[in-house]
């Protein structure tokens, strides 16, 4: 439940920065579509390093041994 809620954010995310990207940075045609590219880019890029690690805690290739002497 938490990947999707969180995959559900980064998406809202992405679509208010490209928005502001739009609004923000009107220089034309070309000039957008670069913004646009390059804040897709970045909102995947983050997403997919959050997916790796929240991924990986979910099994863990080193078992923690714990010690009996306290």
């Not at 000039?31 to 804040?39: A, Q």
């Not at 979910?58 to 923690?64: A, F, G, K, R, T």
């Amino acid at each position: 439940m938490g990947f999707l809620i969180t995959t559900l954010i980064f998406v809202v995310v992405g679509i208010i920065a490209s928005l502001c990207a739009r609004i923000c940075c009107n220089r034309g045609p070309s000039t957008n579509l670069l913004h646009l590219t390059l804040v897709i880019t970045a909102t995947v890029c983050c997403w997919m390093m959050w997916a790796i690690v929240y991924i990986a805690q979910m099994n863990p290739l080193i078992v923690p041994i714990l010690s009996e002497v306290e």
